[in-house]
């Protein structure tokens, strides 16, 4: 059992219904607006790149003694889960997994809108102090993520380590911050970006490249 922890949050509105929809005169070809998607990898691959991060995590702790899982929300906290599942296939022991929501810890909130969307961040009942924190996160990309994920992490705890593990790493660093652990390195060029698709969210375990249509002129 888990152990929610909140802090004092703010509540979300994202749609006001019976909200007036924008008129469609003048608006942007829909054959424009399609995204160009081309899977990198699909479940099988990401399995295997998630047994292998399994086994250097362990490895890199000496075990699984004080080994503790917390995925940053929202695909973070799904691939926390099956890193714990394929901990536990290997070695026979469940890890402490638990979630963390950085939304008021962001350096841009100022301009996602004056109500952004805030989850809970909820610890393992033993909490972090002294132990190996896994931070896992789906794509790392300009840092900011986890600078703001380390930023909250400190606030609940004092951990022993701190390790960062991701699925896709994009490069484009802004922040001098590097995985431990990583799936796969992709090279991304500019107008494109990677996206870690999870069962619960998407429907499928992937991950895919997609590629913005360009601007009008």
């Known amino acids: ?41 699909d479940e099988p691959s990401v399995r295997r790149a998630l047994a292998r991060m399994a086994s250097e995590l362990v490895e890199r702790n000496g075990g699984t003694a004080g080994l503790v899982l917390m995925g940053v929300h929202r695909r973070g906290d799904d ?21 963390l929501d950085i939304t008021l810890y962001r350096d841009d909130l100022g301009v996602i809108g004056p109500r952004p969307i805030v989850g809970d961040t909820s610890l393992p009942p033993e909490g972090i102090d002294d132990r190996t924190v896994i931070l896992v996160d789906d794509v790392l990309f300009t840092g900011r993520t986890v600078r703001a994920a380390l930023n909250e992490l400190m606030d609940w705890g004092r951990p022993a380590r701190i390790l960062l593990c991701v699925l896709a790493d994009r490069g484009g660093r802004e922040l001098p911050v590097q995985p431990d652990v990583v799936g796969r390195s992709i090279e991304v060029l500019a107008g494109h970006q990677i996206e870690v698709l999870v069962p619960d969210l998407d429907g499928r375990l992937g991950v895919d490249l997609v590629r913005s249509p360009p601007e009008a002129a």
């Open 1 to 41: 059992m888990e152990v929610a922890l909140t802090a004092p949050k703010r509540a979300v509105i994202l749609d006001r219904p019976g909200a007036r929809q924008p008129d469609t005169q003048g608006s942007p070809d829909p054959s424009r607006m399609i995204q160009d998607r081309i899977p990198l990898m």
């Open 79 to 99: 691939l926390a889960h099956l890193l714990r599942a394929e901990i536990e296939k290997a070695e026979g022991v469940s890890v402490p997994v638990g979630t």
